[in-house]
């Protein structure tokens, strides 16, 4: 399930970019709070979610947004508005979710987005690209292969808290030449090769590819794209979240047969 998400809003990007793209937490109208990752307890618009909104825990002690974040990603913890009689909420609780609480975040599924130029079963045109070690992406080679796709930046949170699990994904199939890992960043090749040195990226890194991004009308960050041998999306997840890449090994699995 897609929960957190960075909006692009920028048409330029560089190393200097502050962190003002976030996530866009999709609020779902339960009876409980407790219910989903972020929600009203009565059915209102959703809100937007970002550094600045308030977060406490029961005592009234604030949290930072690095922390709370954090919590939220595990799938533990929720937030629950504490004004619910607001069209909008400018201060949350933090709260543990009960086992049943997480059972019921678990089983949820945002439809996919199918709105934009990546829908499912769609046969999408694959772009010709050099990663930031030099190897060379060209289409008629990737024929035939299973393709997967992550299109994030360095200043996205959630798309650098989803790397250690594309990995061991990514990882799994190391030797496996018939299936293809492309990471499309937005970001310059400098500032790529700095970040990589310190953080793993286990796919093949483009840089400045706002171009292609904008190609298959890329909004939101990080989302990712299962093509099948035919170059047809498979999958495709946009966000991350405590369950967002659950059954993306089975996918890519299912489609290498």
Request: with cysteine; proline share 4%; aromatic share 10%.
């Given at each position: 399930?897609?929960?957190?998400?960075?909006?692009?809003?920028?048409?330029?990007?560089?190393?200097?970019?502050?962190?003002?793209?976030?996530l866009l937490i999709t609020f779902i109208a339960f009876t409980l709070a407790a219910n989903a990752q972020i929600?009203?307890?009565?059915?209102?618009?959703?809100?937007?979610?970002?550094?600045?909104?308030?977060?406490?825990?029961?005592?009234?002690?604030?949290?930072?947004?690095?922390?709370?974040?954090?919590?939220?990603?595990?799938?533990?913890?929720?937030?629950?508005?504490?004004?619910?009689?607001?069209?909008?909420?400018?201060?949350?609780?933090?709260?543990?979710?009960?086992?049943?609480?997480?059972?019921?975040?678990?089983?949820?599924?945002?439809?996919?987005?199918?709105?934009?130029?990546?829908?499912?079963?769609?046969?999408?045109?694959?772009?010709?690209?050099?990663?930031?070690?030099?190897?060379?992406?060209?289409?008629?080679?990737?024929?035939?292969?299973?393709?997967?796709?992550?299109?994030?930046?360095?200043?996205?949170?959630?798309?650098?808290?989803?790397?250690?699990?594309?990995?061991?994904?990514?990882?799994?199939?190391?030797?496996?030449?018939?299936?293809?890992?492309?990471?499309?960043?937005?970001?310059?090749?400098?500032?790529?090769?700095?970040?990589?040195?310190?953080?793993?990226?286990?796919?093949?890194?483009?840089?400045?590819?706002?171009?292609?991004?904008?190609?298959?009308?890329?909004?939101?960050?990080?989302?990712?794209?299962?093509?099948?041998?035919?170059?047809?999306?498979?999958?495709?997840?946009?966000?991350?979240?405590?369950?967002?890449?659950?059954?993306?090994?089975?996918?890519?699995?299912?489609?290498?047969?």
């Open positions: 399930m897609s929960l957190t998400n960075c909006i692009f809003i920028s048409s330029k990007l560089s190393m200097t970019m502050k962190k003002k793209f976030f929600s009203n307890s009565v059915t209102r618009r959703p809100h937007k979610i970002d550094s600045n909104t308030v977060v406490k825990d029961s005592a009234g002690v604030r949290y930072s947004y690095a922390d709370w974040h954090k919590l939220i990603v595990t799938g533990n913890y929720t937030l629950k508005v504490i004004n619910p009689g607001k069209d909008s909420a400018d201060e949350f609780t933090l709260v543990k979710m009960d086992e049943a609480a997480k059972a019921r975040m678990k089983n949820f599924r945002l439809p996919s987005d199918e709105s934009g130029y990546i829908k499912t079963g769609r046969k999408i045109e694959l772009f010709s690209a050099k990663d930031i070690e030099g190897y060379k992406i060209r289409p008629k080679e990737l024929e035939g292969k299973v393709v997967v796709l992550n299109f994030w930046f360095i200043a996205c949170v959630p798309c650098k808290e989803e790397i250690p699990e594309l990995n061991k994904i990514a990882l799994s199939y190391a030797n496996n030449p018939n299936i293809v890992f492309i990471a499309v960043a937005l970001d310059d090749k400098e500032d790529l090769q700095k970040f990589i040195k310190a953080n793993q990226f286990a796919y093949h890194i483009v840089n400045d590819g706002k171009e292609i991004a904008d190609k298959y009308e890329i909004k939101n960050y990080p989302t990712s794209i299962i093509l099948d041998k035919e170059g047809k999306v498979k999958l495709h997840t946009k966000g991350y979240g405590p369950y967002t890449l659950e059954g993306f090994a089975k996918t890519i699995e299912e489609v290498a047969k």
